[in-house]
């Protein structure tokens, strides 16, 4: 039968293939060593490596940007701060003078009060709806007295912090 010397043949050869493939020290050089690995191709920074999934999309920057935090007590019919102050009495209303630019429709401004030991003192928001420069005020009041300390106010423009400033009740 001549199909027996084929079927060996064969089988020899893919015996021989295999154990070529295993043989590791075939890949070693002269001191013994292994090549070290292939580096993936490189990427530029600009560019993100493919990985099958779509990119990730980057928030985007609000339309409405805080240009000024002013304080005070109360504001005029123009809503700017009469009498701008960082010092509070105990059972004064603290006014929160935001001034911002640019143009959006239901942006979301917010004012947190956060007193020296990490307590909220307060929090308000108000949605906007600009074509442009514009005040807007939020107030802080206190049934009972604040308590005397050091207070700071955040701003956020949808929830992300847009300015700070501090303020000291006596």
């Not at 199909?3 to 050869?13: D, E």
């Not at 640019?102 to 942006?107: C, D, R």
């Not at 949605?127 to 807007?136: C, F, I, Q, V, W």
């Given at each position: 039968?001549?199909?027996?010397?084929?079927?060996?043949?064969?089988?020899?050869?893919?015996?021989?293939?295999?154990?070529?493939?295993?043989?590791?020290?075939?890949?070693?050089?002269?001191?013994?060593?292994?090549?070290?690995?292939?580096?993936?191709?490189?990427?530029?920074?600009?560019?993100?490596?493919?990985?099958?999934?779509?990119?990730?999309?980057?928030?985007?920057?609000?339309?409405?940007?805080?240009?000024?935090?002013?304080?005070?007590?109360?504001?005029?019919?123009?809503?700017?701060?009469?009498?701008?102050?960082?010092?509070?009495?105990?059972?004064?209303?603290?006014?929160?003078?935001?001034?911002?630019?640019?143009?959006?429709?239901?942006?979301?401004?917010?004012?947190?009060?956060?007193?020296?030991?990490?307590?909220?003192?307060?929090?308000?928001?108000?949605?906007?709806?600009?074509?442009?420069?514009?005040?807007?005020?939020?107030?802080?009041?206190?049934?009972?007295?604040?308590?005397?300390?050091?207070?700071?106010?955040?701003?956020?423009?949808?929830?992300a912090r847009a300015d700070s400033t501090s303020f000291t009740v006596r």
């Open positions: 039968m001549t199909l027996k010397p084929l079927h060996l043949t064969l089988a020899a050869a893919l015996a021989a293939t295999a154990l070529a493939g295993c043989n590791r020290d075939a890949n070693r050089d002269h001191a013994g060593e292994l090549p070290p690995a292939t580096a993936p191709a490189a990427t530029s920074p600009m560019t993100p490596p493919d990985t099958g999934m779509p990119p990730a999309t980057r928030a985007p920057e609000t339309a409405v940007n805080v240009t000024s935090v002013t304080l005070g007590t109360r504001a005029g019919a123009d809503r700017s701060i009469s009498n701008p102050t960082t010092t509070f009495a105990a059972g004064d209303p603290v006014v929160v003078s935001v001034r911002t630019d640019g143009a959006a429709s239901n942006v979301e401004l917010g004012a947190r009060l956060v007193y020296q030991d990490g307590q909220v003192a307060g929090e308000e928001r108000q949605t906007l709806n600009t074509t442009g420069s514009e005040t807007t005020n939020i107030t802080f009041n206190n049934a009972n007295d604040w308590p005397a300390g050091t207070y700071t106010v955040e701003v956020t423009v949808d929830g």
